[in-house]
């Protein structure tokens, strides 16, 4: 082996050895004064998670405890995801959703209520405690001038009709110069899931609405505006979503026009509401993915987006989430393997949130990553030398069956040339070794049950496969 393979695998390995690509994070909440089934959250869900400036992490949801400390609804995490025990919250549970603001104020919205609470999580008595009745609250933001957009299932705020949609003033008193045009005449089963303060100032919610489209953008008296025309989203119900650089939409959801059954989606809408033709879009009919939901979409660093929810198999695993890129080409590498016990085996990802490191804090239901207990809360490695395997210089290939006893295909798609094809395990020894110039080889595997790493490279060492592989006998 020459000095640049031999480099080349040496890097792989250091990757494999100290943070692997969608790997649970062992450095993080490594509490060894408790035992470790007791890791992490016990009660139901965890909804939200908010990073601050300083790193330290914001979890809310429908909880009882953390490392058997009670806690109740919301608890901040120093940054290596131990209990921050200057913080003291005791204002409800069911936390849904929290902003923190530029003073390290924090906006909280529970099932009915949206309150302010300080630093210390003490609550905030000269903010006006907001009352939501009807319905529920699920998400809270802030416009540039300090107002606070508040979206749900509601139909009342302080008594006053206003459905889905709310404006607060920056005492949490109602805005009156906002209306909700959400108006439906009380339909059963509208909500405003998610909504969000856009770059050029308005406001965008996603949901299900008998109105109008399930994404729509209003301005800042609460007029829908018309200039985006999200049509073609019949049948969808919008969980998340973010807004690109160029102000597109990738949102993410639920579809009941796929065969008659309910499975989710992941698409791109241009500027208008038109839909991104040239976007790769994920649904359980297409992708593998069975049903049912995608409840989280979050942007990480190298314009890659995690996408989170209830994917109960996926080819024949428990998964929660995946990536993508902007494009909506799945990175094939990356591989969070979750576990649930004790909720009748579903896992779920409700949330992530991405800390300056680029370590990713992903919360919901399940119990453990890999073999590590996790209950409901962990951090997991998105190596960003993973960049651009997939993404944006479109090096498209399929690698199957994985796991797989004794054969291996791999395809190449476009990509011409010689490529080096090498497997090694996880002590760093060269298992095989093979070349080919083809656009698609097929693999005779004489090897023993276990993990290893695949590692496909051009002759100049631009590495354009890097994935585990796993042997079974």
């Known amino acids: 082996m020459n000095k640049k393979h031999l480099l080349l695998c040496l890097t792989i390995i250091s990757s494999m050895s100290f943070g692997q690509h969608g790997y649970n994070d062992t450095n993080f909440n490594n509490n060894t004064f408790i035992s470790p089934i007791d890791l992490g959250f016990t009660g139901l869900l965890n909804y939200s998670i908010s990073i601050q400036s300083d790193d330290k992490i914001l979890v809310g949801g429908n909880f009882t405890s953390y490392d058997n400390d009670s806690i109740l609804g919301l608890i901040r995490l120093l940054p290596n995801g ?208 069975t049903s049912h939901r995608v409840t989280s979409v979050n942007y990480l660093h190298g314009n890659r987006v995690l996408i989170g929810g209830y994917f109960p198999l996926v080819n024949g695993l428990n998964r929660s989430c995946f990536l993508i890129d902007e494009n909506g080409n799945r990175d094939a590498s990356f591989d969070v393997n979750e576990e649930c016990f004790g909720t009748g085996g579903l896992t779920e990802v409700y949330d992530s949130g991405v800390q300056s490191t680029g370590g990713v804090i992903i919360g919901g239901r399940f119990g453990s990553i890999g073999n590590q207990i996790r209950n409901n809360v962990a951090r997991i490695n998105v190596d960003s030398s993973f960049v651009g395997l997939l993404g944006h210089d479109k090096i498209n290939y399929s690698l199957f069956p994985n796991p797989t006893s004794e054969k291996l295909n791999i395809s190449f798609g476009k990509i011409e040339g010689a490529k080096v094809i090498r497997i090694i395990d996880l002590s760093g020894k060269m298992i095989l070794s093979k070349q080919t110039n083809n656009l698609s080889i097929s693999l005779d595997l004489n090897i023993a049950a276990g993990y290893y790493q695949i590692i496909v490279s051009t002759e100049d060492d631009q590495v354009l496969v890097n994935e585990k592989l796993v042997i079974q006998k």
């Open 82 to 289: 131990e209990k921050d025990t200057t913080f003291n919250y005791v204002s409800g549970n069911n936390v849904k959703d929290m902003y923190v603001l530029s003073n390290n104020s924090i906006l909280v919205c529970t099932e009915m209520f949206v309150f302010r609470i300080l630093p210390s999580g003490a609550f905030d008595s000269s903010f006006n405690f907001a009352t939501f009745s009807n319905g529920e609250v699920y998400s809270i933001d802030v416009q540039q001038d300090g107002k606070i957009i508040v979206g749900g299932s509601f139909q009342y705020v302080n008594g006053v009709l206003n459905h889905y949609i709310v404006r607060l003033n920056t005492d949490g008193t109602l805005d009156n110069s906002f209306s909700s045009p959400l108006f439906d005449n009380a339909t059963f089963g509208m909500s405003a899931n998610k909504v969000k303060v856009l770059n050029n100032g308005k406001i965008m919610a996603g949901g299900k609405f008998s109105c109008c489209s399930s994404l729509v953008r209003i301005d800042s008296t609460g007029v829908i505006d018309n200039t985006f025309f999200a049509n073609s989203l019949s049948g969808i119900t919008v969980y998340d979503f973010i807004e690109l650089d160029n102000s597109d939409i990738i949102f993410g959801g639920t579809w009941s026009s796929f065969g008659g059954h309910l499975t989710y989606t992941v698409n791109k809408l241009k500027q208008d509401g038109s839909v991104d033709l040239s976007f790769v879009s994920h649904d359980g009919g297409v992708s593998g993915y």
